[in-house]
């Protein structure tokens, strides 16, 4: 009893670390907000289900279908909700990884305090697993609907549910376990060999997704495997492999759990004067995750070249340029420290703005030129600014420095922020009014987060 006491106290503070940022933003203060945010997600999410439920009850009238057809395409639907499973299982595991970590103050917290070993790894590991779990949750409900395809039976619907939570799991713990392995013993926790572990997992996750997926669909949908033979396999696997997880959890050292993750590269340069180019360029250039996406995307683009043929490299391109204006999403927590202090620098929130119109505008300029050279004209180019100014925006609501989850929540509400994006682009030149809209909003956000050092109140 007094271990689970004990894990329990850790798993409270780590909450508390983690979420303090998020659930003391003023807008969650009130609770009029939150109940009109949870009635409009309610209300959006109820008639996303309604409009799935009758268009697959289309879709699933195979009249023209003979029943052995209608079962392979069954089983291949049913594979593919556990092959996008394990998929984002290892997606989510790099989110959290990535954005998910522990204050300075929490690191010091556990690593002082009399907690045994064990307790400490367990509660980390639920810590991470339950924000996992969350965000898996916020996907899965998405495709639910889709279920119908494989079953009627709410009963089976149900069970398959469950199974998908069970693997994902398994799958996310032993992801888990297996990059604190190689991070520590092979690479010794060397800056370069991390970023090429998370480049090597990025791109096996990416090849098996869009290629080796659908193999493995096809040979176990023709197989002479059933239904209810694929979840039961499912689920036992799980088993095995959360058995194998928390054995192996026990290998692991503590201190590998709890390191203090720097955001931003050191440049070897004078100290430069806060001005209206210097602060955008390096808060966005000095960011890692410009760095890493810049890798993926060269990576990309050469295996493309070497295996596909110049269609696929440009639809590539096409898809991926955009995706340059998410790392500006670090901008405001890469500015929170001094921001108080840029009016002394004579750096008045609209030359920041300037400053940071003109950083997208460069870093836009590949999706311009791919996008004229695939007869996409501006959209691109348009897009790519827009991704970037939502990022941005985002950044300055949810800084990270001021609770650890409120850079998985950003990332979460950018992807949202893309989709709605990408879903404008069925009316013709929406993006360029989105674009003023955005730059007028964050103009409000920097007269507001840019105040005067001392206030009298």
Same mark, same amino acid.
């Given at each position: 009893?007094?271990?689970?006491?004990?894990?329990?106290?850790?798993?409270?503070?780590?909450?508390?670390?983690?979420?303090?940022?998020?659930?003391?933003?003023?807008?969650?203060?009130?609770?009029?907000?939150?109940?009109?945010?949870?009635?409009?997600?309610?209300?959006?999410?109820?008639?996303?289900?309604?409009?799935?439920?009758?268009?697959?009850?289309? @879709? *699933?009238?195979? !009249?023209?279908?003979?029943? +052995?057809?209608?079962?392979?395409?069954? $089983?291949?639907? /049913? #594979? &593919?909700?556990?092959?996008?499973?394990?998929?984002?299982?290892?997606?989510?595991?790099?989110?959290?990884?990535?954005?998910?970590? @522990? *204050?300075?103050? !929490?690191?010091?917290?556990? +690593?002082?305090?009399?907690?045994?070993? $064990?307790?400490? /790894? #367990? &509660?980390?590991?639920?810590?991470?697993?339950?924000?996992?779990?969350?965000?898996?949750?916020?996907?899965?409900?998405?495709?639910?609907?889709?279920?119908?395809?494989?079953?009627?039976?709410?009963?089976?619907?149900?069970?398959?549910?469950?199974? /998908?939570?069970?693997?994902?799991?398994?799958?996310?713990?032993?992801?888990?376990?297996?990059?604190?392995?190689?991070?520590?013993?092979?690479?010794?926790?060397?800056?370069?060999?991390?970023?090429?572990?998370?480049?090597?997992?990025?791109?096996?996750?990416?090849?098996?997704?869009?290629?080796?997926?659908?193999?493995?669909?096809?040979?176990?949908?023709?197989?002479?495997?059933?239904?209810?033979?694929?979840?039961?396999?499912?689920?036992?696997?799980?088993?095995?492999?959360?058995?194998?997880?928390?054995?192996?959890?026990?290998?692991?050292?503590?201190?590998?759990?709890?390191?203090?993750?720097?955001?931003?590269?050191?440049?070897?340069?004078?100290?430069?004067?806060?001005?209206?180019?210097?602060?955008?360029?390096?808060?966005?250039?000095?960011?890692?995750?410009?760095?890493?996406?810049?890798?993926?995307?060269?990576?990309?683009?050469?295996?493309?070249?070497?295996?596909?043929?110049?269609?696929?490299?440009?639809?590539?391109?096409?898809?991926?340029?955009?995706?340059?204006?998410?790392?500006?999403?670090?901008?405001?927590?890469?500015?929170?420290?001094?921001?108080?202090?840029?009016?002394?620098?004579?750096?008045?929130?609209?030359?920041?703005?300037?400053?940071?119109?003109?950083?997208?505008?460069?870093?836009?300029?590949?999706?311009?030129?791919?996008?004229?050279?695939?007869?996409?004209?501006?959209?691109?180019?348009?897009?790519?600014?827009?991704?970037?100014?939502?990022?941005?925006?985002?950044?300055?609501?949810?800084?990270?420095?001021?609770?650890?989850?409120?850079?998985?929540?950003?990332?979460?509400?950018?992807?949202?922020?893309?989709?709605?994006?990408?879903?404008?682009?069925?009316?013709?030149?929406?993006?360029?009014?989105?674009?003023?809209?955005?730059?007028?909003?964050?103009?409000?956000?920097?007269?507001?987060?840019?105040?005067?050092?001392?206030?009298?109140?």
């Amino acid at each position: 009893m007094l271990v689970l006491k004990d894990i329990s106290q850790l798993l409270k503070f780590l909450y508390q670390d983690a979420f303090y940022g998020l659930f003391n933003h003023p807008f969650f203060k009130r609770k009029i907000n939150v109940i009109i945010l949870i009635s409009i997600l309610g209300a959006l999410y109820l008639s996303y289900f309604y409009v799935n439920m009758r268009q697959l009850a289309i @879709l *699933s009238n195979f !009249s023209n279908a003979t029943p +052995a057809e209608i079962a392979v395409a069954s $089983k291949i639907t /049913l #594979i &593919s909700f556990y092959d996008v499973t394990i998929v984002l299982s290892v997606v989510i595991f790099m989110v959290i990884n990535s954005t998910g970590g @522990l *204050s300075k103050n !929490s690191i010091y917290f556990v +690593a002082t305090l009399p907690f045994k070993r $064990k307790e400490v /790894l #367990i &509660s980390y590991k639920i810590f991470k697993l339950s924000i996992g779990a969350t965000l898996f949750s916020i996907l899965i409900i998405i495709v639910t609907p889709a279920l119908k395809l494989v079953t009627s039976s709410y009963m089976i619907a149900l069970t398959i549910l469950l199974s /998908l939570y069970l693997v994902f799991g398994a799958i996310f713990l032993i992801i888990n376990n297996l990059y604190s392995f190689i991070k520590v013993n092979i690479f010794h926790n060397n800056r370069l060999g991390i970023l090429i572990l998370n480049l090597c997992i990025l791109l096996i996750t990416i090849f098996y997704f869009l290629v080796g997926r659908y193999k493995v669909e096809y040979f176990i949908g023709n197989s002479i495997a059933t239904k209810p033979l694929i979840v039961i396999t499912s689920v036992l696997s799980s088993i095995i492999l959360w058995v194998v997880g928390f054995i192996s959890m026990n290998r692991l050292d503590i201190h590998t759990l709890f390191t203090i993750k720097k955001d931003f590269l050191g440049f070897p340069v004078k100290p430069l004067k806060a001005s209206t180019l210097t602060m955008p360029i390096f808060a966005t250039f000095r960011n890692k995750k410009f760095l890493y996406f810049s890798l993926i995307f060269v990576l990309l683009v050469a295996l493309t070249v070497i295996f596909q043929n110049k269609q696929n490299e440009l639809q590539l391109l096409i898809y991926m340029s955009p995706l340059f204006g998410v790392p500006l999403m670090s901008y405001a927590d890469a500015t929170l420290d001094f921001r108080k202090m840029i009016t002394s620098f004579n750096v008045k929130s609209i030359n920041e703005l300037q400053g940071i119109v003109l950083i997208t505008f460069i870093i836009s300029i590949p999706s311009l030129i791919i996008g004229l050279a695939s007869n996409q004209k501006l959209i691109l180019f348009f897009l790519t600014i827009n991704i970037a100014l939502s990022g941005i925006i985002i950044g300055f609501l949810f800084p990270k420095s001021q609770g650890n989850i409120n850079d998985t929540v950003s990332s979460v509400l950018l992807i949202i922020v893309i989709i709605l994006l990408l879903l404008s682009l069925n009316i013709q030149w929406a993006l360029f009014p989105i674009c003023c809209f955005l730059i007028i909003c964050l103009y409000i956000i920097l007269k507001k987060e840019t105040g005067p050092l001392y206030e009298l109140r």
